[in-house]
């Protein structure tokens, strides 16, 4: 039997910090908004903006995590911590980001101090694979697009290890929906190395591995059709800003970000999914 083709990378700390420069332009030079994940739209005839949308989505992960004041919750690959400042504000918890792009956490702190929360919301450099914490250290764990970059199994069990017992994982990511085949690769092939991802795993794969590390599923919803459009979108606005986005980037390089971009949003294989899962009480 013939393994299906999957995608492989290994990406190092240059690489990643290239990669958040791109970002950077494509916020500043596009009009991408600050929260770099999917938007949530009700129907294709939804007018809401793109910072809109993504703002749609950030509430509704964060609803999932059942934050209070009091509680410790720990962001895995946080960014530029939009949502994990966010989290904060709302609900009053104790937020630790963690992630391994130096120039993505000086931001995020400097975020989280402009808006005062420097106190809730604390921002470091570290591997998500060996996090140093102690084990049932955190109330919630957060996961917001972050699992492609990661074998989930070797995640899942990390996250288990530092939530309390009881305690709630929330995960949303993209997916690839059916197989995953070689054709489909090619197409969004550049748009992973982009991003430095390592896989598109399937809703089964990841209740498999968080079975195995002792979490259950409470709640599974598959967003597809309301983040559907958030790459096309997008990809408006980075052909709109052609020009600048050359001038800034240089020609090559630019036509690398378009293509990129231009095949993941043209492929209907592509899916998201939101999960919650429980830390078993033993």
């Known amino acids: 039997m013939t393994a299906e083709p999957s995608w492989t990378g290994v990406f190092s700390h240059r690489e990643i910090e290239r990669t958040y420069a791109m970002l950077t332009v494509l916020e500043e030079e596009a009009d991408a908004g600050p ?11 939804d007018p809401a903006s793109v910072e809109e949308a993504t703002g749609r989505l950030t509430e509704r992960v964060l ?26 504000q709302t609900s009053g918890a104790s937020v630790v980001g963690i992630d391994t792009d130096d120039r993505a956490l000086r ?42 970059h990661f074998d989930v199994a070797e995640l899942y069990g990390v996250l288990a290890r530092v939530l309390r017992p009881g305690g709630r994982l929330v995960v949303e990511t993209p997916y690839v929906r059916g197989r995953t085949t ?3 690769l090619d197409r969004i092939g550049p748009y992973l ?22 979490l259950h599923i409470t709640e599974l919803s598959d967003l597809t059709e309301s983040v559907r459009g958030s790459s096309s979108r997008l990809l408006a606005r980075l052909e709109k800003a052609g020009t600048r986005l050359t001038d800034t980037l240089g020609a090559e390089q630019a036509g690398r970000l378009l293509a990129a971009f231009s095949g993941w949003a043209e492929a209907p294989e592509v899916g998201a999914i939101l999960m919650t899962f429980t830390r078993t009480e033993h």
């Open 63 to 88: 609803s999932r995590l059942g934050a209070a004041r009091g509680s410790r919750v720990l962001d895995v690959g946080c960014g530029n911590g939009r949502p994990a400042v966010r989290l904060a």
């Open 182 to 184: 070689r054709e489909l």
């Open 35 to 45: 929260d770099r994940h999917f938007g949530l739209w009700h129907g294709a005839d």
């Open 107 to 148: 931001a995020a702190a400097a975020y989280a101090q402009q808006l005062g929360l420097g106190h809730a919301v604390r921002f470091q450099h570290a591997d998500a694979l060996r996090p140093p914490f102690e084990d049932a250290s955190f109330d919630a764990a957060l996961a917001f697009e972050s699992t492609p």
């Open 193 to 214: 190395s982009l991003l430095n991802a390592v896989s598109l795993d399937p809703p089964h794969v990841h209740l498999a591995a968080a079975r195995q590390a002792g």
